[in-house]
């Protein structure tokens, strides 16, 4: 299959539309210790993307592990310039998609989460792959391999 | 979603920029969760009061909020500071760093928070009553009103929760609604665990369940007796491992009078048994050495005025060990009662120091070079490792006493 013929449909959670690489994680994750919102890298010594940079790209991962800190350390990140791009899970949580509403209500950030996604996204994408994501319509493409 | 006339007034900015954007925020999460309407609450409680969660990007918020003249509209209370307010150059914290966590207290001094610093808001001005619904965060403080009292309120977010606080309303979907409440997995004490269950057992049977249910709901069977105490660690060590925001403890919770009560009449889609052997375990894995320790941590969730007093009783004539600090976290109000009631004079002439409104997670404290930490807190021993940056220890309480007194965490 051609990249541009690769399309996922998903659950749009939050909107805004979204283009660049991804990383992908087969691990659930929690930005409250998990990623330095100073640079965004992945600092999270359990984690399997830990020492990548999850900067300005998408962010694939089954779901998250939430503190009710996370918007803290989330917020921080966007305000630097340092967050994900784009988020996509298995399911996305609540905590999730409450960072990504108070990205665009307090810094006018648009971070679209997508989740419940048919099929096996790690089967299909891996990191370094280059997406467009909408987090209206719940539509990821692939538009380039890494 | 359904609107109220007063909610579409505030979101076409008839209550003022920061209801309008409150409320945006709240809408869409709950068209994002299913909600089908708002409902209104009777308190809200903040994480994002510490400058280690909030941030500069906090400061920014609240900054932005304050000028545009914003205020709570419902009795809204502070978790914990990132700082001692009155001790913090003792525990060395940087000079600049309270400075920021000052800043953040003018600010939610402005809009209207009472400032009780702390994750246990029901030991002062933040008592919910069952069945009410909330707007709180602090996974700990969550787990305990909706489980212990009976009171309504998802896990909200850092900034979610002011949100709440600024609408007096929260979207109505999870653990607002009767069918969001019902159990999910059932963990059955063995007979010889349940005859001779130690208090220490209870933090440590709640990060196991923290570990096996993520964010659904537990239901214990075979608790005897608890006090609020043993179910506000049981609670704050299954929030911390887990997501958990309700359990039931069957005979012990509100919702839980048998087992048929605890699920909603739905039957148990899993059955855990649990005995001694899986207690050892997971205490093994929350931190099992022993040695030298140079820091003991008590007092999380924040301690009330019964463990005070226990504190003082098991510190009485005693000395903590010169290579030790017994740091005991707790709010202001109970400080106050423990200071009339002689405990603080008994802890303190032991060599031990109140750390208030903050804890050990909360605070800054590189700069004492930590290495082994000594807790009976199951959310400590959870965080620690990544927060204080040191090995962990989990202990009862008496054994975290006993250690700060011989420098040194024997477990038996």
Known sequence: MSPGQVRFQGRGCAAGTFEGELVLSNQPFGFWQGMDPQTGTVIDKRHDACGLSIKRKAFVFPFGRGSTGTPGIFLEAVRNGCAPGAIVNVKSEPMIIMCALLAEAFFKVAIPIVDRVAGDLSQHLKTGDRVRIDGTTGVIEVIGRG | ?412
Request: net charge negative.
């Open chain 2, 1 to 412: 979603m359904q609107l109220t006339n007063e909610e579409q007034r505030i979101l076409d900015g008839g209550g003022g920029e920061p209801q309008r954007l409150a409320l945006q925020v709240l809408v869409k999460l709950g068209e994002a969760c299913g909600a089908e309407r708002m409902v209104e609450i009777a308190s809200a409680h903040l994480v994002a009061s510490s400058y280690q969660i909030a941030g500069e990007a906090g400061i920014a918020i609240y900054t932005q909020l304050v000028e545009q003249g914003a205020r709570v509209m419902v009795r809204t209370t502070s978790d914990p500071g990132s700082i001692d307010f009155a001790r913090w150059r003792e525990f060395k914290t940087p000079e600049e760093y309270a400075a920021r966590q000052v800043k953040i207290a003018e600010l939610l001094d402005r809009m209207g928070v009472i400032p009780t610093w702390t994750c246990t808001p029901y030991t002062t001005f933040n008592v919910p009553h069952f069945g009410e619904h909330l707007g709180w965060s602090e996974s700990s403080a969550v787990v305990f009103a909706n489980s212990v009292i009976g009171a309504r309120t998802n896990r909200l977010a850092a900034y979610v929760d002011l949100c709440a606080a600024l609408t007096g309303r929260v979207p109505c979907f999870g653990l607002h609604l009767d069918e969001g409440r019902r159990g999910d997995v059932l963990f059955e004490l063995e007979a010889e665990l349940s005859a001779d269950f130690a208090e220490h057992y209870f933090p440590a049977l709640g990060y196991l369940v923290g570990q096996v249910v993520k964010d659904r709901i537990p239901v214990i069977l075979g608790i005897r007796r608890a006090t609020l105490d043993q179910l506000k660690a049981f609670g704050a060590a299954s929030a911390a491992s887990g997501s958990v925001a309700l359990y039931h403890m069957v005979g012990i919770t509100p919702e839980a009078r048998t087992v048929e009560e605890a699920f909603g009449g739905r039957i148990p889609t899993e059955r855990t048994p649990v005995g001694r052997r899986e207690i050892d375990a997971v205490m093994e894995q929350m931190g099992a050495s022993e040695g030298p320790v140079d820091v003991v941590g008590i007092g999380c969730p924040h301690a009330s005025i019964d463990q005070m007093g226990r504190y003082a009783a098991l510190l009485e004539g005693k000395r903590v060990h010169p290579n030790t600090r017994l740091w005991i976290c707790t709010n202001v109000v109970v400080e106050a009662m423990a200071r009339k009631m002689g405990y603080v004079e008994t802890i303190e002439r032991a060599g031990a120091t109140l750390m208030v409104g903050t804890c050990h997670n909360d605070c800054p404290l590189e700069a004492w070079g930590f290495r082994r930490l000594a807790t009976d807190s199951g959310k400590f021993a959870y965080y620690t490792p990544t927060t204080v940056g040191t090995e962990c220890v989990f202990a009862s309480t008496e054994a975290c006493i006993r250690a700060a007194i011989t420098g040194r965490v024997e477990r038996r």
